[in-house]
């Protein structure tokens, strides 16, 4: 088990950083993930508890259990935690470049090109991190 941070306020960071462009219509979507074995379902329900019940939990398999938040509102309002209790190493990389394409989403820059090319661009540098 890999532990990339603890911290008594934000525990165990398991999860990760996401971005999906749908390339049919432009559509940016950013979302945050943290998956773990089914056996740990009340340790994700206590952070979902914490950021105010925010993003929902899924049952993926009979032994996986993930909590996804996908509402803009709700990730911008949960990312700032990440910059008081600080995430380390890849992490911490992927974080600082999904953090970015939140304003660009935000004020809709994916509509004209040159956002659109920025968000690409930075959505790249977050894919090319393992």
Aim: charged share 20%; proline share 3%; net charge positive.
């Amino acid at each position: 088990m890999i532990i990339y941070n603890y911290h008594p306020r934000n525990g165990y960071q398991f999860g990760s950083f996401f971005i999906t462009i749908k390339k049919e219509n432009n559509l940016v979507v950013a979302f945050l993930s943290i998956t773990l074995n089914i056996r740990e379902k009340l340790l994700l329900t206590k952070i979902k508890e914490f950021f105010s019940g925010k993003g929902k939990l899924y049952i993926t398999s009979q032994s996986v259990v993930q909590w996804k938040v996908f509402k803009l509102a709700d990730l911008i309002s949960i990312s700032p935690h990440f910059d008081s209790y600080s995430l380390t190493g890849l992490k911490l990389k992927k974080f600082e470049i999904w953090k970015k394409i939140l304003p660009l989403i935000e004020n809709k820059s994916y509509l004209d090109t040159q956002g659109l090319i920025q968000i690409n661009s930075l959505n790249g540098k977050l894919k090319e991190l393992p």
